[in-house]
């Protein structure tokens, strides 16, 4: 229990921090991305601490908010930090693509680490649809960086495909429950 709180602060906690900061200080991008490096800085540590280990997925999360993080406040640019969310999620969506070749099996089935026991037509129909998930989340952002303002954008950003992941998740369970190897 007390793992699973942990985890559940170290993905969402550093998302809250961003989006209380960006609109406590009316709205500044800038001042809320620090609080959004350090507390995903912090989250990584808790998720060591606590599992021994920094899964993949977040490890690459957290390089790249510091790393477009770090860009936006360097080059006073927040087109860097408006289109992270595009980058992870075509990121994610070609290391799933490409990742099969190399390993020769879905990639999920890797970073699930036995987590999920599901037949390999399971494991790839689920590789696919997150590919074509990721792709679609990186679209949706991209269009509304592009048509939207700011505060709508981090609204969207914290919102809107927190919950669009979330059901999109929610979805995958009768996939996940046809193709579930019995113990």
Known sequence: ???????????FGPLLIFFVVYFKSGNNLKAAITPFIIATIIALVMVYFTEKK????????????????????????KTFFYYKPTIINLLFAGVLYFGKYFTERPLLKIFFNNALNLQDEGWKKLNIRWIGFFIFAAVINAIV????????WVNFKVWGLLPITLLFTASQIPLINKYKLQK
């Open 54 to 77: 920094i899964p993949m997925v977040p490890l690459v999360s957290a390089t790249l908010i510091i790393f477009f993080g770090g860009l936006t406040l360097y080059f006073d640019n």
């Open 1 to 11: 229990m007390r793992n699973s709180f942990i985890k559940f602060l170290a993905d």
């Open 145 to 152: 960086v592009e048509t939207q303002s700011e505060a709508f």
